[in-house]
């Protein structure tokens, strides 16, 4: 009698198994790839609790670091330029996931202004925990250091030199100390001379409207306001003379 039960026991768990490989291949990557992914912290890959948990737990999964050689490079020419204002050593390496309406867990990187390291790993471990949806934050290299692309393609980020033409002053952006947070849903709004708006991004026109409801809307009161808020971050959708909804910068 004991044999057929071993048997079907055995039969039983090979099939449990295989059901959870099956399971894990349909969710996304193997656990091995998804590790990889956190090692090497590739921004935009999606990974599980499980590689989480391999990888050292959520906490080490939000971190800021000296700028890694590989993102060096790769800002050259494009969010960074020679200049003597700001250098590799005021910049810091901001490592998060995020949640997005995907239900699914995304790897998100950031270079900002080492002032604000610390402020914004606390902010997004505080965002994951509330599971706050961010769609998407890669570094704005990977669109060349385009502002509009990355905005039609609802980027979060942070740090992009570019000086203000015509004026010695620096924007925020170009001095590492200003997030956009869902960029495309919360668009740069300014009212004309002439009452025209001009709408960054461009194809953001229907998200303008901020009486509707739509995702990823950041309002005065949410979460992210909040957080933003309680470090010292004074956000654009608050301003008078033009709106800028994706915005928060440090005061200073
Ligand atoms: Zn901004």
Redesign the pocket.
């Known amino acids: 009698m004991r044999r057929p039960i071993l048997i079907l026991t055995a039969v039983l768990l090979a099939a449990c198994s295989t059901t959870a490989f099956a399971l894990r291949k349909i969710s996304g990557d193997s656990l091995a790839t998804q590790l990889a992914a956190l090692m090497e912290w590739r921004a935009g890959a999606t990974v599980s609790d499980e590689a989480i948990r391999v990888f050292g737990g959520p906490d080490s999964c939000f971190v800021s670091k000296p700028i890694p050689d590989r993102v060096w490079r790769g800002m050259q020419g494009k969010t960074y330029q020679e200049n003597p204002h700001i250098s590799r050593n005021d910049l810091r390496h901001v490592r998060v996931l995020h949640w997005d309406y995907d239900n699914r867990i995304h790897v998100g990187e950031m270079v900002c202004n080492q002032l604000i390291a610390d402020r914004l790993v606390r902010i997004f471990r505080k965002l994951y925990a509330a599971r706050y949806p961010i769609q998407r934050m890669v570094l704005p290299d990977v669109y060349d250091a385009d502002d509009e692309r990355q905005m039609r393609d609802n980027n979060t980020s942070c740090f992009c030199y570019r000086p203000i033409s015509g004026t010695s002053r620096l924007s925020k952006?170009a001095r590492g100390l200003?997030v956009?947070i869902n960029s495309l849903y919360n668009p740069y709004i300014k009212v004309r001379k002439d009452g025209s708006r001009f709408i960054q991004p461009a194809n953001a026109a229907a998200y303008c409207n901020r009486k509707r409801n739509f995702r990823y809307k950041i309002t005065s009161g949410d979460l992210c306001y909040r957080l933003f808020k309680a470090e010292g971050f004074v956000w654009?959708g608050d301003w008078q003379s033009l709106k800028?909804y994706?915005?928060f910068e440090l005061m200073e």
Do not use: E, M, P, R
Request: net charge negative.
């Open positions: 952006h200003a956009d654009g800028d994706q915005h």
